[in-house]
């Protein structure tokens, strides 16, 4: 979530990777395997779920003006990061 929704388009993609990739690390020194591809995988899928999110904000005939913006800028980086990372392939 953090990457597909907190961070501008070009910082997800400049180190969407590197972070998953950290993640995994963190997580083997608890004694959790997740290889970079399997992190990528989840993160995908969550993409796929994140635009129901998104959907749910904008869903509405009268929405407040910061919900409609949030609503937009989920969904214009969730599209970003679905095509960049394929996601749209794999689960499409």
Do not use: C, K, N, W
């Not at 990528?40 to 969550?46: F, I, L, N, V």
């Not at 904000?57 to 949030?70: M, S």
């Amino acid at each position: 979530y953090f990457i597909s929704q907190s961070v501008d388009d070009e910082v997800a993609a400049t180190f969407g990777e590197e972070l998953i990739a950290a993640y995994a690390s963190r997580l083997a020194r608890h004694g959790i395997e997740l290889d970079l591809e399997e992190g990528m995988d989840h993160y995908r899928a969550g993409l796929v779920f994140y635009i129901s999110i998104a959907a749910g904000l904008l869903a509405f005939d009268t929405v407040p003006e910061r919900a409609d913006q949030l609503g937009r800028t989920m969904l214009r980086r969730i599209a970003a990061e679905t095509i960049r990372t394929g996601a749209h392939l794999q689960f499409g």
